[in-house]
């Protein structure tokens, strides 16, 4: 059993971002406050009941859907743990030091051993049904392998690309389709592995460039980037494998998408007309906007939406706060 710390939603703080568009439109950033003593945070994901995951400085924390703030733990003689994915049952993935672990509703913590001599590993998302996705890595060589971690414990790893030997899994959905990236050291691909381990490489845009997949919904939708040269492109893929460019903010170059809910909605980051990075959300028609970031900040990012529109991610002045946006 982990011991966990919990406190009040005392810290949370709605503010209202001023911007351009309609009042009826503004979104809200609330600050998702940190642990006791410490400075910054994070948040990484959100499930359907507006369950928050991330970190506050070095330590694992989960938001209730009202504010309130717990320390999850690592693993005994771990000092560091951050919690990446989270599913509608509250079943949370992470990572306690350089192990993949999951930590259970009962608040017990439980380790994701990779196969073979790997010895450390990430997990990033976790469906309804309990498979974990992650990767582990090598070190010495540089190597990852995508893994997929079934409810009942058994590991198994999806092959890279043919001509490559590594690949990185980023999400996965409830039909255990996975989506990521596979290497070679010189070129990055985007990767959609099926149920059964067969590997597809996504389609780029014209004129080619590195691509990764990020994020994948119910539907099959997929959302990532393409880099050509020192621009990168924030993409959505549909399911029949067609690759559609989003728009960056006006005046803006590069973008990202991180993640997309099963309406459409894409969240991510693009750049603006100052050069600044942004946290944004594209709708279902491609239409982005800025989410703001709270008072004083000026950069920030969207990591992850719910299928009701609700976005998390991080806000970056001075410090960095773990932060949620209302649609």
Same mark, same amino acid.
């Given at each position: &059993?982990?011991?966990?710390?919990?406190?009040?939603?005392?810290?949370?703080?709605?503010?209202?971002?001023? *911007?351009? &568009?309609?009042?009826?439109?503004?979104?809200?950033?609330?600050?998702?406050?940190?642990?006791?003593? &410490?400075?910054?945070?994070?948040?990484? !994901?959100?499930?359907? #009941?507006? *369950?928050?995951?991330?970190?506050?400085?070095?330590?694992?924390?989960?938001?209730?859907? !009202?504010?309130?703030?717990?320390?999850?733990?690592?693993?005994?003689?771990? %000092?560091?743990?951050?919690?990446?994915?989270?599913?509608?049952?509250?079943?949370?993935?992470?990572?306690?030091?350089?192990?993949?672990?999951?930590?259970?509703?009962?608040?017990?913590?439980?380790?994701?051993?990779?196969?073979?001599?790997?010895?450390?590993?990430?997990?990033?998302?976790?469906?309804?049904?309990? $498979?974990?996705?992650? @990767?582990?890595?090598?070190?010495?060589?540089?190597?990852?392998?995508?893994?997929?971690?079934?409810?009942?414990?058994?590991?198994?790893?999806?092959?890279?690309?043919?001509?490559?030997?590594?690949?990185?899994?980023?999400?996965?959905?409830?039909?255990?389709?996975?989506?990521?990236?596979?290497?070679?050291?010189?070129? $990055?691909?985007?990767?959609?592995?099926?149920?059964? +381990?067969?590997?597809? %490489?996504?389609?780029?845009?014209?004129?080619?460039?590195?691509?990764?997949?990020?994020?994948?919904?119910?539907?099959? /939708?997929?959302?990532?980037?393409?880099?050509?040269?020192?621009?990168?492109?924030?993409?959505?893929?549909?399911?029949?494998?067609?690759?559609?460019?989003?728009?960056?903010?006006?005046?803006?170059?590069?973008?990202?998408?991180?993640?997309?809910?099963?309406?459409? /909605?894409? $969240?991510?980051?693009?750049?603006?007309?100052?050069?600044?990075?942004?946290?944004?959300?594209?709708? #279902? !028609?491609? @239409?982005?906007?800025?989410?703001?970031?709270?008072?004083?900040?000026?950069?920030?990012?969207?990591?992850?939406?719910?299928?009701?529109?609700?976005? $998390?991610?991080?806000?970056?002045?001075?410090?960095?706060? +773990?932060?949620?946006?209302?649609?």
């Amino acid at each position: &059993m982990i011991t966990r710390r919990v406190m009040t939603g005392a810290l949370v703080v709605a503010v209202a971002i001023s *911007t351009a &568009m309609p009042a009826a439109a503004v979104p809200t950033v609330t600050d998702l406050g940190v642990l006791p003593g &410490m400075l910054n945070s994070a948040a990484l !994901d959100i499930n359907v #009941a507006g *369950t928050v995951v991330g970190f506050s400085d070095n330590r694992a924390v989960r938001w209730s859907a !009202d504010g309130r703030i717990t320390d999850l733990g690592s693993l005994p003689g771990d %000092q560091d743990s951050s919690a990446a994915g989270i599913n509608r049952y509250g079943v949370i993935v992470g990572t306690s030091a350089r192990k993949a672990v999951r930590w259970n509703t009962d608040g017990t913590i439980t380790t994701l051993n990779p196969p073979g001599d790997y010895s450390e590993a990430s997990a990033v998302a976790i469906t309804d049904s309990g $498979v974990v996705a992650g @990767s582990s890595w090598d070190f010495p060589t540089g190597k990852t392998r995508a893994l997929l971690w079934e409810a009942d414990g058994v590991v198994r790893e999806l092959e890279p690309l043919p001509g490559d030997n590594s690949a990185t899994i980023q999400d996965i959905n409830g039909d255990s389709i996975a989506v990521g990236y596979s290497t070679n050291g010189f070129s $990055v691909r985007a990767v959609r592995w099926q149920p059964d +381990g067969t590997a597809t %490489q996504l389609a780029t845009l014209p004129g080619g460039g590195h691509t990764r997949a990020n994020g994948i919904n119910q539907i099959g /939708m997929i959302t990532g980037t393409v880099q050509q040269g020192s621009v990168s492109y924030a993409v959505r893929w549909e399911r029949n494998g067609s690759i559609t460019k989003l728009d960056a903010l006006p005046g803006g170059q590069s973008a990202e998408g991180t993640e997309i809910n099963d309406t459409g /909605m894409i $969240v991510g980051w693009s750049l603006d007309a100052g050069g600044e990075s942004r946290p944004v959300r594209w709708a #279902a !028609d491609g @239409s982005v906007t800025d989410l703001g970031v709270l008072r004083g900040h000026v950069w920030g990012y969207a990591e992850a939406v719910s299928n009701n529109g609700m976005a $998390v991610g991080r806000s970056i002045g001075t410090n960095v706060r +773990g932060v949620r946006w209302s649609r």
